[in-house]
Structures are given as structure tokens and as C-alpha cells.
């Protein structure tokens, strides 16, 4: 039963370590040439913040894929991989499944989840809305990676509407 | 027992390759190249076949005078070709599928390896000593 809060306390750490070391350089400048330099500067360094949860998820995404479906059998289509997504990967991250899988069969699928453990500590309602979605980063990043070992090139992104159920948006790149 | 192991990628380029004649590397190589055409039309007879046994283990893949060729495919779409000696008789299908659940789950401790880029050559020691491990027993 520890194990499950052992995760969520490093995720915690993480947000707060890559979003700490990034409070703007040079104000100096920044200042000089107006609110929108300054703004930049600040925005990119957030954005960065991002892509680097991101990608740390896409890598243990990759890892997991590879090693969760041991004794399955070969997937025959893509839905078949977003319920391995739903049921398996989810159960083994945090516990417990994902609430609701819904599809336009043309290559979006929406993951429900009405209470994200990753953000289910933080409130159930509307406070902290603005900082919620540097906490689903990395879940993004583990869908993504997932997909990419499982052969499915996608793009993920979270939205929240209301603490802690959140939507992951799941859009399958076709080339 | 195996003559020859192959690691493949999902885009068709070996991960790691190993034979233990050292001397008819080349020999081997191209069996386990002509092997792929051999997976892959396994591969997607399963796709359309409707048969509910989608099995990872793909079983014999062909036999040549010498030598015996087995494949078996993971979920990411790697593939494992093992090359056996055809004199070697006592070897069960079992024994086989023992054998591509160790390399798999080798390759999954490769895969879950932070310091291992996925697509790079496999060159992690463990992978290798479990690989002579299989391997060791030709003399």
C-alpha cells in the first residue's frame, strides 16, 4: 500500500525541482525591453520545464510497454492497444483503472480519469487549476512512450476541467 | 544449444546479432536475413487469419539441410531468430519456448536500463552472458 505514495512523493519532487530552477536569468534585459522580453524568457523556460517531464515520462513509457505485456497476446488493432492502456498500465502506475475510454474511430481517443491520483492530494474543485497541468506532464509523457514501443506514433495532451478528474487527449499520427 | 542469436528491430536492423562458430559469421547473418521475409508473412497471416491464438511464438520458421530456424515476436514488434543444429534432435518445442522467454525477458532488462538508448546495439554484459549461457552448450 506504501509503495503507490512512494511515487506520487518523487512526481511531487520532480515538478518542484525542474519548475524551481528556472526564475529568470536576466531581469535585467528582459526588463529593459519590455513586459514581452521579460515574459518570454519566463514562458520558454516553463515550456521547457515541460518537454523535459515530458520526455523523462516518454522514456519510462517505452520501458513499461516493453515489459507489462509479457503473456498477452499480440494486439490485433489500436483499440485493443488503448484498453491494454486503460486497464493494464494504469492499474500497474497508479492503481486503479482508468474511468472512461471514448473514441471518434478516427484516430482521437479521449481517456477519462475523474480522480487522478497524481492530483487527487491537491483539492476537488476549482482551486489550483492553473498549476495542474505541470502535474500531468508526465503522465502524458508515459502514454506517449507507450504507444511509440507498441507502434502507435500519437500526440498526448491533459486538460482539467475541475480537480482531480482530468482528460488525457490521445490524437494518433497517421503519415 | 542455438548456434545463432539475432535481436531485430521493429525497423528491421539487428540489435544484436551472435553466432558461435565464429568463423561462418557471414553464413549465418544471411540466414537470419532471409528469416524476416519468413516473419513478417507470419506476421500478418495472423493479422488476418481470424484465429483467436495470437501467439508470440511463431515456431519453426524454416528448415534448411543443416541448421533449423526459429522466430518468436514481441508486442514493440521485436523480433528474436534463433539458429539451431538440425543434429540436434532432443530438442523439444518447449525447451525453445523456454529459451525466447529468457531472451525476452533479458531484453526487457535491457529495454528498462536507463543508461540503454532504445535503437542502439544491445551491449549490456548480462544480455550477453545469458546469451552464452544458451549458446554454450554446442561443442
Redesign the interface.
Known amino acids: 500500500m506504501a509503495d503507490a505514495v512512494l511515487f506520487e512523493f518523487l512526481h511531487t519532487e520532480m515538478v518542484a525541482e525542474l519548475w524551481a530552477q528556472d526564475p529568470d536569468p536576466d531581469p535585467g534585459p528582459g526588463v529593459s525591453a519590455g513586459p514581452g522580453g521579460g515574459g518570454g524568457g519566463g514562458w520558454g523556460g516553463q515550456k521547457m520545464s515541460l518537454s523535459v517531464l515530458e520526455g523523462m515520462g516518454f522514456r519510462v513509457g517505452q520501458a513499461m510497454a516493453e515489459r507489462l505485456p509479457r503473456e498477452t497476446l499480440a494486439f490485433r488493432e489500436e483499440l485493443d492497444v488503448l484498453k491494454f492502456l486503460c486497464k493494464d498500465l494504469w492499474v500497474a502506475v497508479f492503481q486503479k483503472q482508468m474511468d472512461s475510454l471514448r473514441t471518434n474511430h478516427q484516430g482521437t481517443y479521449v481517456l477519462q480519469d475523474n480522480s487522478f491520483p497524481l492530483l487527487i492530494r491537491m483539492s476537488s474543485g476549482l482551486q489550483y487549476l492553473e498549476e495542474a497541468p505541470k502535474f500531468l506532464a508526465f503522465t502524458c509523457g508515459i502514454l506517449r512512450g507507450a504507444l511509440s514501443t507498441l507502434g502507435i506514433k500519437s500526440l498526448v495532451t491533459a486538460s482539467v476541467a475541475a480537480l482531480p478528474a482530468c482528460k488525457f487527449q490521445v490524437v494518433i499520427q497517421r503519415c | 544449444m542455438a548456434v545463432c542469436v539475432a535481436v531485430i528491430a ?1 525497423e528491421n536492423y539487428p540489435l544484436y546479432i551472435r553466432s558461435v562458430p565464429m568463423e561462418n559469421e557471414l553464413k549465418f547473418h544471411y540466414m537470419v536475413h532471409t528469416s524476416l521475409d519468413v516473419v513478417d508473412e507470419k506476421v500478418s497471416a ?2 488476418k487469419a481470424l484465429v483467436d ?4 511464438y511463431l515456431g519453426l520458421l524454416y528448415p534448411t539441410e543443416d541448421y533449423k530456424v526459429y522466430g518468436y ?5 521485436v523480433k528474436f531468430v534463433m539458429v539451431v543444429d538440425s543434429s540436434n534432435t532432443a530438442l523439444r518445442d518447449n525447451e525453445i519456448r523456454s529459451m525466447f522467454r529468457k531472451l ?1 525477458n533479458s ?2 532488462d535491457v ?2 536500463n ?1 543508461f540503454y538508448n ?1 535503437g542502439d546495439r544491445i551491449q549490456s554484459r548480462a544480455f550477453d552472458s545469458m546469451v552464452t549461457s544458451m549458446m554454450i552448450q554446442v561443442c
Open positions: 521493429k495472423m493479422g491464438q495470437r501467439e508470440l515476436v514481441t508486442n514493440s514488434k525476452h531484453y526487457t529495454m528498462c536507463p532504445p
